[in-house]
């Protein structure tokens, strides 16, 4: 069973930065993407930013220049770097990955981690 877990949420001042982390004890090498969601309330989870595996990284409009997205596949771990954080982008933010097996594809979540953007 794969699995994600989130650290790095927390309180952050408008402009500010912040670095969530998603560590999995699975083998990154069979991940087709790692990336990151988010949800605010009463909204959809939307894509933040993702890379695909060989290919590239893809981010939001909103967040192109300020977030980055890392990868580190010797210690099972990927980041989302934010930066000029506003305050609609508290959310709670989700580490996904995706997987094929047997022709179809499996997508796997974090527990999600709360991002407040608050003075």
């Known amino acids: 069973q794969v699995q994600l877990v989130e650290s790095g949420g927390g309180l952050v001042q408008p402009g500010g930065f912040l670095r969530l982390s998603c560590t999995t004890s699975?083998?990154?090498?069979?991940?087709?993407?790692m990336g990151w969601y988010r949800q605010a309330p009463g909204k959809e989870r939307e894509l933040v930013a993702e890379?695909?595996?060989?290919?590239?990284?893809n981010y939001a409009d909103s967040v192109k220049g300020r977030f980055t997205i890392s990868i580190d596949n010797d210690r099972g771990t990927w980041h989302l770097h934010m930066t000029s954080l506003k305050p609609d982008e508290a959310a709670v933010y989700y580490c996904?990955?995706?997987?094929?097996?047997?022709?179809?594809?499996?997508?796997?979540w974090g527990q999600g981690t709360l991002v407040t953007v608050s003075p």
């Open positions: 699975a083998s990154m090498h069979s991940f087709n993407a």
């Open positions: 996904h990955a995706d997987q094929g097996y047997l022709g179809q594809t499996m997508d796997y």
């Open positions: 890379k695909i595996s060989g290919g590239p990284t």
